[in-house]
């Protein structure tokens, strides 16, 4: 989490390649428009809803895991749920996290009080863990959203 | 060739075991190792596995009593996994600069002529953190006027961990001194017959060879070597290659897990070759105008030998998948011979050209104005769509018995849902 200054003049923020993205499909006028009679609609055809542009802002970064377990049911996230988890993100507090502790990749909501670290449970039946100097903790990335299906 | 130039070489720490660990945490630390394809040797290792002394080429079997000793974890090639993450970093690489060139799956070349206002080193660890916090990937950074010094330099950043794996070695003070103490066989396009050559001649370290007379180089290394001393006095000679160059041949060819005696098992295996290089053709759209078929058995093993191969020029030039298939088979059979333990069968396609270059035949519809075209766009969309070869031709088989073997494999966990990391909650 250190932040590192690039020394520039202020005018340049980022360079970004041009990229040829691949084919975006619009809507075609499909059928012949009869002589006369243009569309009321065909000022305002916009593309299609695509759910890559509305859930995910970094996709290099971007990583869908799958939830095993209860201890966040009240964030929402449910057991076998797909979680889409931003690396690009800084974690802060109340951000829901994937954490790397003890050797293992778990989900918590993280909570900053006073410098003091905890990653705690969205369940009364699951107790919170406080990261200490010592502890075998890594922050993965942080959660952007939970995909459940209904049943 | 010129002398104002910046280079950057970004190369991924131990790629194959690093993606590895990023999804499964556990493996931090411990020594692990990846096989090459059919699980033969050892191509990659991390750190820990490399300080038990074992290195990359030592056969699986013969590590095997080692493995369990210090709890060795051994995995397949997971390609899918590492083209993935590859494909990330590279994306992430080109945020930094505008010029940059891909250079194999873990290491690219940045060109920075642009950026010599800004501190470079401080730039190269902005770059490291990025990728690293963005992929769980670490990388090592090596910067200098010339891509075969950025080289150089990135060897120097792996090798002092002082320098947190960034190091520039454009204008450094004691940049001779650095110089002085690489071996020459370190350096980019000195291969080990050079090495050998120019440690006889008295030029054992880098700065030497950065001081041997042109001529001389010239003569026993050609004019590439010669570049190369260039390229060390800071002349960039080898610039940024950024425009792939469209494919003169075609290979697909892959050895087989257990040895293949019937043909009607090397049909299959010619058959999904062929499919597969054609798919490569259309996407570069591109027409061939004749295919090679080769069959080999294995060089290493005391049986009888046999090798052969054969040429099939195609009487139109073409891109259609059954046309190649159909040749392919022609000339399977005229090469093939019972008794043999096949270990290899490939399939070249040459005489490659622009499929818009087709000439028009009087009596034939060529590739171009024809329903072939078609089905075979069709079939490339709904593969495309579905996953490699959801539809495919018959002739590959379905038992497949050639294929390739990969017993240790991990998941998809970047491609496959049903591969997902699991995160306990």
Redesign the interface.
Same mark, same amino acid.
């Given at each position: 989490m250190?932040k590192? #200054?690039? %020394?520039?003049d202020d005018t340049i923020d980022?360079?970004? %390649?041009?990229?040829r993205k691949t084919r975006l499909t619009r809507p075609l006028i499909g059928a012949e428009i009869p002589a006369g009679f243009p569309s009321p609609a065909q000022d305002y055809i916009e593309s299609s809803l695509d759910l890559n542009e509305l859930l995910i802002e970094? *996709? #290099?970064?971007t990583?869908?895991? %799958?939830? @095993?377990?209860?201890?966040?049911?009240n964030a929402g996230?449910s *057991?076998d749920d797909?979680?889409i988890v931003d %690396?690009?993100l800084e974690p802060g507090h109340r951000k829901i996290i994937?954490a790397?502790l003890e050797?293992?990749? #778990?989900?918590?909501r993280l909570l900053i009080n006073d410098n003091r670290w905890f990653l705690t *449970?969205e369940n009364p039946e699951f107790s919170a863990v406080e990261i200490s100097e010592d502890s075998d903790f @890594?922050v993965?990335g942080v959660v952007t959203y939970a995909i459940h299906q209904v049943r | 060739m010129r002398q104002d130039e910046l280079f950057a070489l970004v190369d991924c720490n131990n790629f194959y075991a690093a993606c590895e660990r990023v999804f499964a945490p556990e493996l931090e630390g411990k020594p692990i190792g990846i096989l090459s394809n059919n699980d033969g040797i050892i191509v990659a290792l991390s750190d820990e596995l490399k300080q038990l002394g074992i290195n990359r080429g030592v056969p699986l079997f013969k590590i095997k009593d080692q493995i369990r000793k210090y709890d060795i974890r051994i995995f397949s090639s997971n390609y899918t996994l590492y083209g993935d993450m590859s494909s990330r970093v590279m994306k992430i690489l080109s945020r930094f600069t505008p010029d940059f060139e891909i250079y194999s799956i873990d290491e690219a070349f940045l060109r920075l002529s642009e950026f010599r206002h800004l501190d470079l080193t401080a730039y190269a660890r902005k770059i490291k953190h990025v990728v690293h916090q963005w992929t769980g990937l670490p990388v090592s950074i090596g910067i200098g006027p010339t891509k075969t010094l950025a080289k150089l330099a990135n060897h120097v950043a792996k090798r002092r961990k002082d320098l947190a794996g960034v190091f520039d070695l454009t204008d450094h003070p004691r940049k001779d001194n650095i110089l002085a103490s690489i071996d020459v066989k370190r350096v980019w396009g000195v291969g080990p017959q050079y090495a050998k050559l120019l440690h006889r001649n008295g030029f054992h370290n880098v700065l030497q060879l950065a001081g041997a007379p042109r001529k001389w180089i010239k003569k026993k290394m050609t004019v590439v070597g010669l570049r190369t001393v260039l390229e060390l006095n800071g002349t960039s000679c080898i610039d940024l290659e950024q425009d792939l160059d469209p494919k003169k041949e075609i290979v697909s060819s892959k050895s087989f897990g257990q040895p293949v005696t019937e043909l009607k098992d090397l049909q299959e295996a010619v058959n999904s070759y062929c499919i597969r290089a054609a798919q490569k053709l259309r996407e570069e759209k591109q027409v061939t105008g004749q295919i090679m078929v080769y069959v080999t058995t294995n060089r290493f093993k005391n049986e009888p030998q046999y090798a052969n191969y054969e040429f099939y020029k195609l009487p139109l030039p073409t891109a259609y998948t059954p046309d190649l298939l159909q040749a392919a088979a022609r000339i399977l059979k005229n090469i093939y011979r019972r008794g043999y333990k096949y270990k290899k069968v490939g399939v070249m396609l040459s005489e490659i050209s622009p499929e818009v270059n087709i000439p028009p035949d009087l009596f034939t519809p060529t590739y171009l104005d024809d329903r072939r075209r078609v089905i075979m766009a069709c079939m490339d969309a709904i593969n495309h769509k579905m996953g490699m070869n959801k539809l495919t031709y018959a002739g590959v088989g379905t038992v497949q018995n050639w294929k390739m073997k990969r017993e240790m494999l991990t998941p998809h966990y970047t491609t496959r849902w049903q591969d997902l990391p699991i995160v306990k909650a």
């Open positions: 250190n590192i #200054t690039l %020394r520039t980022a360079i970004y %390649r041009y990229e970094h *996709p #290099t970064a990583f869908f895991v %799958r939830v @095993q377990g209860f201890s966040m049911i996230i *057991p797909i979680l %690396r690009a994937i790397i050797g293992e990749l #778990t989900v918590k *449970p @890594q993965w | -």
